[in-house]
């Protein structure tokens, strides 16, 4: 399997916003989730978002009301958008795709939010 392309990336000051969008080349039909998890230095890769086939979202509690997942099928395409940005978000963010036969991971993206 192709890793999905991510981009969106980038320094950002606090409160400010970032789009996130990770393009992959598995057909629609074939994908379970897609979503990011993210990882800050010396710690675990932690859930940020998921979306299903189905349109159902799983966040992370520390993301709700700030961050939204969203898809565009016809560009097979997920985006994450991120508002009210804290540093505590700062992290490399990773794409992830599963299709049931695999888990596909993109090679992440770094967010910064300081000022």
């Known amino acids: 399997q192709e890793q999905p392309m991510e981009s969106g990336g980038g320094l950002v000051q606090p409160g400010g916003s970032l789009r996130l969008s990770c393009a992959t080349s598995e057909t629609i039909s074939s994908i379970y989730t897609m979503g990011w998890y993210r990882q800050a230095p010396g710690q675990r890769r932690e859930l940020v978002a998921t979306?299903?086939?189905?349109?159902?979202?799983v966040y992370s509690n520390s993301v709700k009301g700030r961050f939204t997942i969203s898809r565009d099928n016809a560009k097979r395409t997920v985006y994450l958008q991120m508002n009210s940005l804290k540093p505590e978000d700062t992290a490399v963010y990773y794409c992830?795709?599963?299709?049931?036969?695999?888990?596909?991971w993109g090679q992440g993206t770094q967010v910064t939010v300081s000022s």
């Open positions: 979306l299903t086939n189905g349109g159902v979202t």
């Open positions: 992830n795709v599963n299709t049931g036969r695999a888990i596909i």
